[in-house]
């Protein structure tokens, strides 16, 4: 079945490092990507999407490109700030039915 | 705009009781999600509702876990009785219409629920 597999954290940076977070997919056909983050007691949100290959999503400062050979949709960004210490999440959604799969999160953390 | 409203926002219980959660989705979402979020996993979909009609409940406990969206607007999961592995967060989100695999969900705060 569908499902996305997404890196492991925690991962601790120092302000202004430069963020990846990897992200792989197993889908039938050709789903639409995303990443959500979720801050320290809110709900999810949406980061950026693509919805076909080739297609970049940005928002933030964060990128990340829709793959199709290499099956991945990797988060990055720059220069972290503080304010982005979060949990995110990589997703997509079938188009068999429009369901959300949800990878399990990365949860980053920035000091200063 | 108004965002999903859920409730109530914290919940704890001993186990075999019973517990009730509550979610408002935006005006006008078709599409509405009930998804539980355990402890370092990400939402798992429990129920989708389009309209007050559902569309996937295939990984809905329905020996205890039940859901409903009376008149397609606001919609209750129940829990009876619960178990120590339902703690967990409960997430509700909503989208505008099915079938547009390109929309985003917009999601509620949750309720986070205990189960002692």
């Known amino acids: 079945g569908d499902s996305v597999t997404q890196m492991e954290g925690p991962v601790t940076l120092s302000e202004e490092a430069f963020l990846t977070i990897n992200c792989t997919y197993t889908?039938?056909?050709?789903?639409?990507l995303f990443w959500y983050v979720q801050y320290p007691g809110e709900g999810l949100q949406l980061l950026l999407k693509?919805?076909?290959?080739?297609d970049k999503g940005s928002n933030k400062g964060f990128e990340a490109t829709y793959r199709k050979e290499t099956t991945s949709f990797h988060l990055e960004k720059g220069s972290v700030q503080v304010s982005d210490s979060a949990v995110y999440f990589c997703?997509?959604?079938?188009?068999?039915?429009?369901?959300?799969?949800f990878g399990t999160g990365t949860s980053l953390t920035v000091i200063p | 705009e108004a965002g999903v409203a859920q409730s109530p926002r914290y919940k704890i219980i001993e186990k075999r009781q019973s517990v009730a959660f509550w979610c408002n989705p935006i005006?006008?979402?078709?599409?509405l999600y009930w998804y539980q979020q355990i402890l370092g996993q990400g939402p798992k979909l429990l129920i989708q509702?389009?309209?007050?009609?559902?569309?996937?409940d295939s990984q809905l406990p329905k020996d205890r876990f039940s859901a409903e969206r009376l008149k397609g607007v606001d919609s209750t999961l129940k829990i009876q009785p619960a178990k120590l592995e339902d703690s967990a967060v409960y997430l509700c989100?909503?989208?505008?219409?099915?079938?547009?695999?390109?929309?985003?969900?917009?999601f509620g705060s949750g309720t986070q629920l205990s189960v002692l």
């Open positions: 989100a909503s989208s505008p219409r099915r079938g547009a695999t390109n929309e985003k969900l917009f």
């Open positions: 509702f389009q309209n007050n009609g559902v569309v996937d």
């Open positions: 005006s006008g979402h078709a599409t």
């Open positions: 693509a919805t076909k290959a080739d």
């Open positions: 889908a039938t056909g050709y789903p639409s």
């Open positions: 997703a997509l959604t079938s188009r068999r039915g429009n369901q959300f799969y």
